[in-house]
């Protein structure tokens, strides 16, 4: 009975911290210097930096990797998901993994993935996209 006691008080203090972000529990945000810290070692930094002279971009890959690039006068500089673009100077993140499948029909599905390819019952699944393109196999001919 003891034990329970000392695991319910736990519970309620980590629901306590996680509700009020307080302690090691708070949730880190962008902006804050914990949450651009966790964002850099989770390879999900990117950044544009807008200066007088033009525009740079830069983003940090999933797999490691990292991409920029940079304008002159007038400056129109982006960073998305897997890739920046300066001017129309478009980099993009290396691929890091495929995954592919062969169907009950003879047909193909297949995924390129810059952090995680699997497959799944019916398909592929690339950075968490899945893509379902085989038929039931109540559908297939054995």
């Known amino acids: 009975m003891r034990q329970r006691a000392i695991w319910v008080i736990l519970l309620l203090a980590v629901l306590s911290a996680v ?6 529990f708070r949730t880190p945000r962008r902006g804050d210097p914990a949450g651009d ?5 989770m390879g999900t930094r990117s950044s544009v930096v807008n200066f007088k ?31 920046v673009n300066c001017n129309g100077n478009f980099q993009q993140c290396p691929i890091a993994c ?14 390129e993935g810059y952090s995680t390819c699997s497959q799944i019952p019916r398909g592929v699944r690339c950075d968490g996209v899945s893509y379902v393109v085989c038929p039931p196999l109540w559908q297939c001919a054995f």
């Not at 304008?71 to 998901?81: F, L, M």
């Not at 169907?103 to 193909?108: E, I, L, P, T």
């Open 19 to 24: 509700a009020t972000e307080a302690g090691p």
């Open 53 to 83: 002279e033009g525009c740079s971009a830069s983003k940090n890959c999933p797999n490691g990797g990292s991409v920029s690039c940079s304008s002159g006068v007038p400056g129109t500089c982006s960073v998305g998901n897997y890739w």
């Open 37 to 41: 810290a966790l964002a850099a070692v």
């Open 98 to 111: 495929f995954a592919e499948k062969e169907c009950c029909d003879g047909s193909w599905a297949y995924c």
